[in-house]
């Protein structure tokens, strides 16, 4: 893999130098991560290992009809997350990182705020004035700030990062890594556009995920009640990129994608969390058209 020109932060930490220290870091946990085997800083270059080209997201599609079989995949995944999440947060030090802290700052600029700039008018090209939305997403900012966040957050754990292989896992695309909520990387693979996993799947593995966690963590009575505003942060980080890849990077790749996102945008809008959010629920709902 060659990144010669990584972003960084104003100390000069890169994207590789996250790569690396976060791939070393999970690794030492147990994880499943590429082995890196030479990596020259200089030239930004990586030589490690082989994952395959199996994605959960193809493994998915296969089994989608079998739905013990397609749950029992879940599991699988979702018992290797909270090892992530609990043992991925022990001695992880964010400083070796070029990733500022997900706090309600990072959401306004990089979920909702990325939806609005990226999608809603970068993609649709619709006419928003940032300070139409800005109290509702200010609001929905602190709510999902509230969960505690000291858990080893992956970022984009979602179908098309973790590969299916006959020893099991394999994690990809990790170096967003840093401490967070555990509920946006279960919002990440639960509302994967990729995959477009029902509801009541989405609801069962919900259910099995927090039996799990609990032997690994104790979990703050508010969890349920925070999950749906973390993952709507999710969702519209998703629209965001979509959007971006689609239109600034004309990856067209990525446009199949953006009604199942929508779809699950859509569907979180309208539970009850979100009933004073009616500017946001008039854009989603009524101001995109034809998706």
Known sequence: MVNDQPPKDERGVTENDSFLYISRHLRAKGVPMPEIYQYDRERGWFIMEDLGDCHLQTEVMRIKGDRKQLVE????????????????????DPALTHNPPYDARFMLAWESGYFLRAFLKGFLGLDIPEEELRDELEDLARQAAEA??????????????????EKGWGFLDFQGGRLGPLQYDLASLLLDPYVELEHEVQEELLAYYLGRIRERAALDR?????????????????????????????????????????????????????????KLKRVVFEEIKGI
Do not use: C
Not at 73 to 92: P, S
């Open 73 to 92: 995949t879940y599991q699988g995944v979702i018992d290797m997350l909270v090892v992530i999440q609990a043992e991925g947060r022990k001695e992880f």
């Open 148 to 165: 505690p966040a000291g858990y080893f957050l992956y970022r984009d754990f979602q179908s098309r990062n973790i590969m299916v292989r």
């Open 222 to 278: 508010g969890f349920q009640e925070q999950y749906p505003f973390i993952a709507l942060h999710r969702a519209m980080q998703i629209l965001g990129a979509f959007g971006f890849l689609t239109t600034a990077k004309g990856l067209k790749f990525f446009h199949q994608y953006i009604p199942p996102a929508l779809r699950g945008l859509r569907a979180l809008l309208k539970e009850r969390y979100f009933t004073p959010y009616k």
